[in-house]
């Protein structure tokens, strides 16, 4: 079955999908830096408003994807702690420093997730890797069961190609999730061209709050014309997603 998977950053970002008809979500915070952790709360409360299939990020900071011994331990009771309130899965990644999968941390983490009977998802860590076809095959060996990436491309239709490659040679052993740039627009062609059956999406608008910035404090993190915005998840190009992977795309 055709899955529209969108990145949601908040409460009402995961309400939005909800209504715009997604099935599964990926819950975060702050989508400005790649997403982080989510609240407890908002995946608690979410879980009690609607059905969708809540999988939780679990990433507890900027930048990379080089975690410390500490940043570990905090991450495995992160996920344990989604997990026990109702997530249906963490997606999360683990390189070292060399920009090889750290295959301990990941393997410790899948296992933690599958022990919940959930799925364990690779998140675009994999897009900064060293070698894809080194990090994929870990990921398969450590029984990761999806993995999101844009194909090592700063857009998944910049890098079509490499997502098709690792359909056709991986993807009968793990789920292959394109993520990145993808809409209403473009997301018959990735799906036809690639194989994949699944996408990944922001499906993202804007919201200005007046109190964003004055003229000697600023708090904006968008460029022009965004500067007094945020960005949210908007409920109509979800449901236009999801019209045409349904209508269009044949089971």
């Known amino acids: ?55 939780c990020m679990v990433r507890p900071r900027a930048g990379g994807f080089c975690f410390g011994q500490t ?5 495995m009771e992160e996920a344990k702690l ?14 070292k420093e060399d920009g090889s999968v750290d295959l301990e941390k990941t393997k410790a983490m899948t296992d933690l997730i599958h022990s919940f009977e959930k799925e364990a998802v690779f998140h675009r860590a994999i897009d900064v890797a060293d070698d894809l076809d080194a990090t994929i095959k870990a990921l398969i060996a450590c029984r990761v069961d999806r993995v999101l990436t844009s194909g090592q491309k700063a857009k998944a239709m910049e890098g079509i190609d490499r997502i098709a490659y690792l359909q056709k040679t991986y993807g009968n052993q793990i789920e292959i999730l394109a993520g990145s740039g993808l809409n209403a627009e ?17 499906c993202k608008g804007y919201r200005e709050d007046p109190t964003t910035r004055t003229r000697d404090v600023r708090f904006d993190y968008l460029d022009q014309p965004h500067q007094m915005d945020y960005d949210v998840v908007d ?17």
């Open 1 to 55: 079955m055709k899955q529209v998977e969108i990145c949601c950053g908040s409460y009402e970002d995961g309400i939005a999908a909800f209504l715009g008809g997604a099935k599964r979500i990926e819950l975060n915070s702050a989508l400005s830096v790649g997403g982080l952790s989510p609240s407890v709360i908002v995946l608690e409360q979410l879980k009690k408003k609607t059905d969708l299939k809540i999988i």
């Open 71 to 75: 940043e570990t331990q905090i991450m």
């Open 82 to 95: 989604f997990l026990e309130k109702g997530a249906d899965g963490c997606a999360f990644g683990f390189l």
């Open 186 to 202: 473009n997301a018959l062609e990735i799906l036809q061209k690639t194989g994949i059956w699944q996408i990944h999406s922001s």
């Open 235 to 251: 409920v109509e190009k979800v449901k236009s997603l999801v019209n045409v992977i349904q209508k269009e795309i044949p089971e």
